[in-house]
Nanobody, 123 residues
């Protein structure tokens, strides 16, 4: 099994919600900074949100603040991204990615990637 597996993507209308899940296997997700990165066609990859290991601190891309919430279930070794009030600009492939430290994650120096899940927001 792949070390990171994302699920939960789909096609929704503007204003609707989705919840993405990222389940880690073969390592403990809470030993790393783990978060979500997205890439839309023709655009650069961008970090969306992350959660750190030590204190569960969170970080969000400005454009998703107030709409997206990241959380972690250590018992399930899973990280979630609740996405509300989705708009067409959120359309992208969303990847789960890890780094040992938040500073590395923030700089895009990811150590592990998932296979990605497509999120499409369209009327």
């Amino acid at each position: 099994q792949a070390p990171l597996v994302e699920t939960g993507g789909g096609l929704v209308q503007p204003g609707e919600s989705l919840r993405l899940s990222c389940t880690a296997s073969r390592f403990r997700a809470n030993d790393y900074t783990i978060g979500w990165v997205r890439q839309a066609p023709g655009k650069e990859r961008e970090g969306v949100s992350s959660i750190t290991t030590s204190d569960g601190g969170t970080w969000y891309l400005d454009s998703v603040k107030g709409r997206f919430t990241i959380s972690r279930d250590n018992a399930k070794n899973t990280v979630y991204l609740q996405m509300n009030s989705l708009n067409p600009e959120d359309t992208a492939v969303y990847y789960c990615a890890t780094a040992t430290y938040f500073s590395s994650w923030y700089l895009g120096e990811y150590e592990l990637w998932g296979q990605g899940t497509q999120v499409t927001v369209s009327s």
